[in-house]
């Protein structure tokens, strides 16, 4: 059993936490979008754990909470995820005694941890968050997903532990209050959309950062990290090493489609949908059914788009064309531009942060429609990291600058910041402070050239940062509507062998993803397998410009507004009329999702109340 699905608690080893029944009560609500078909509460004097449950395998006998007594003790679970080698994991547990009441991966991952402890998350391959509470110890267990797939906040709030899937759930409690000091001001106006590893923004909320578990209990929290990427010398011939990467690929796809509920794929027309695509095409065929795929468009986008070094080619042509070769059941998703303006507060409040403007505010939209036709999707995120996709790991010039490839435009943010808050702060030096700290955390191998050093810096800060942003946008956007979305290239076991292919394999033939295409050949029409990379499909409609334009006005005209808070307002207006097209972050956001950025910062602002400290 699969669940996808929001988890939240408590824990106070000091107070009578019954007396905040209300708030847990509040908590669950908010989450409720996640997992809106059961909903479950343990809670006693000293913890509160909270469930809401999206439904998609096992569903009588995968309901959460979930309690075993084990020793004449009870361990109690609430879970967010999937696992994909459950089978395995039972089995094993059977061969040591344990029986089982059903087949949900939740009864497994709460029988390993009784079996294994702590070491029970080396066991898992899948994507969690997921906490345990020991009612005779009085001590919680938290862990989270190597990869960084589901998401987990918390807080220490007055001797007590609040956590939860997403930070609206820890905002509901009483003694969690939205406050944002200088330092948060300046992650969303110098780091934004991204965001440090770890760190929650609103003031004394942190992340659990992915690969990392821990406990609370009398002696406080207590964290460590079980997992990273090591290099290790390939031994494997390119002819294995193309073997090996089929197999990964193609075993991590199939894993992820089991469900008893209607799946589909989402489908671009590039590489990487198109592998999943094709996989999960020959596997239901085989079961007699047939794959539906899912693609998105905008109203216009034929006649405005525009080809461009990161966009050459519209998808429009080679969608039709992996729709012929598949012989799907295919539905495109064509948006408009006022819904796309409309749901970039949505978006924000799907986030609880603002996000990556309208490319956040497209996909929200999207998954609300394919939500109408499936409960799950696969998707292709995480390829270009892990395989080196991105120009940045191409072109020499941008790869060897020192600093995060995809955000090169630290002074032209500053420019738009008040100085009372930089505050006297380099911006230069605040955003390559946190770039050196990732390349020294990057291990390497003492004989690798200075190539070899730099992709694997390269890739640590592809999966630790870009991917991150793109992995919260992909949980939050779907479960907005409670639609699982799976990222099979996010396999920890792709990602470690990747780690230690030479970057001459990687590069074969020279082709972004080269290895990729080369190992997956046979599953894709060369024409395919073969297109230069497209990005995320984004609106080329002049009249989304216009209308963020038109909001900004307005916002302008406000001088209560909060973003005039902490940004100029001048230089708001000089961005009205800005021909250049500086990237903000990535290739996609340019001068019209830097406006509509700069929207989403002042709907988060007034919506959450944000206390300015």
């Given amino acids: ?238 002819k294995q090493t193309i073997e090996h990467v089929r197999y990964l690929v193609t075993d991590s796809i199939t894993r992820q489609l089991i469900s008893d509920v209607p799946l589909g794929t989402f489908l671009s027309g590039g590489l990487d949908s198109g592998i999943i695509s094709s996989i999960a095409n020959r596997y239901m065929s085989e079961r007699g059914e047939q794959l539906q795929t899912f693609s998105v468009s905008y109203k216009d986008n034929t006649k405005y788009f525009q080809a461009s070094k990161f966009q050459p080619a519209s998808d429009d042509d080679y969608i039709g064309k992996l729709r012929d070769y598949l012989g799907c059941k295919h539905h495109l998703i064509t948006l408009d531009t006022d819904e ?106 003492p004989d690798d050239n200075p190539t070899e050093r730099r992709m694997r810096q390269m890739m640590r800060l592809n999966t630790d940062w870009f991917m991150q942003t793109l992995l919260d946008r992909k949980d939050r956007m779907s479960m907005y509507s409670a639609l699982e979305v799976r990222v099979p290239f996010c396999d920890y076991r792709i990602a470690e062998y990747l780690y230690s292919v030479p970057w001459a394999l990687k590069d074969y033939k020279h082709f972004e993803k080269g290895l990729l295409r080369q190992a997956m050949e046979g599953y894709l029409p060369a024409e395919i397998l073969w297109r230069k990379k497209s990005p995320y499909p984004k609106t080329h409609n002049p009249a989304y410009l216009h209308a963020v334009q038109q909001r900004l006005q307005e916002l302008l005209q406000n001088p209560d507004a909060p973003l005039l808070q902490i940004v100029k307002a001048d230089r708001l207006r000089d961005l009205l009329h800005d021909d250049n097209a500086q990237p903000w972050y990535g290739q996609l956001m340019t001068t019209p999702q830097t406006i509509a950025y700069f929207l989403q910062i002042n709907y988060w602002l007034e919506k959450y109340h944000v206390q300015l400290i």
């Fill in 1 to 238: 059993m699969l669940q996808m699905c929001s988890i939240a608690g408590m824990i106070d080893l000091k107070r009578d936490i019954r007396a905040f029944s209300d708030d847990f009560t509040a908590m669950q609500q908010v989450l409720r979008s996640r997992g809106p078909d059961q909903n479950g509460t343990y809670i006693t004097d000293n913890a509160a754990l909270l469930h809401n449950r999206l439904c998609v395998i096992d569903i009588d006998k995968g309901r959460q909470p979930m309690s075993a007594l084990y020793g004449g003790q009870e361990y109690t679970i609430v879970y967010n995820g999937e696992l994909y080698n459950t089978a395995e994991i039972q089995n094993q547990l059977k061969h040591s005694g344990f029986r089982f009441a059903g087949h949900s991966d939740t009864e497994v991952v709460l029988k390993s941890y009784i079996y294994w402890g702590e070491h029970c998350v080396e066991k898992l391959n899948g994507i969690f968050a997921f906490a345990i509470y020991e009612a005779g110890a009085k001590r919680l267990f938290l862990a989270r997903d190597r990869m960084g797939v589901k998401p987990l906040f918390y807080t220490l709030q007055n001797g007590s532990l609040l956590f939860a899937s997403e930070l609206k759930g820890l905002l509901a409690h009483r003694e969690v209050s939205a406050r944002a000091d200088r330092q948060a001001l300046l992650e969303i106006l110098l780091t934004g959309p991204g965001r440090t590893p770890g760190y929650g923004v609103f003031s004394g909320i942190s992340e659990l950062p992915p690969a990392y578990c821990g406990y609370f209990d009398k002696d406080g929290l207590r964290l460590h990290n079980y997992w990273r990427l090591h290099p290790h010398e390939h031994t494997d011939s390119p």
């Fill in 340 to 445: 796309l303006v409309d749901a970039l507060f949505a978006a924000v409040d799907a986030r609880d942060l603002p996000g990556m403007a309208d490319v956040d505010a497209s996909l929200l939209l999207f998954c609300k429609a394919v939500k109408q036709h499936v409960d799950v999707a696969l998707s292709g995120e995480c390829a270009d990291e892990i395989f080196g996709g991105y120009p940045w790991y191409r072109d020499p010039k941008i790869r060897e600058t020192d600093g995060f490839p995809w955000a090169q435009s630290t002074a032209y943010r500053a420019s738009f910041i008040k100085e009372e808050i930089l505050d006297g702060t380099d911006p230069a030096a605040f955003i390559h402070d946190k770039y050196l700290h990732t390349v020294a955390d990057t291990e390497t191998l």
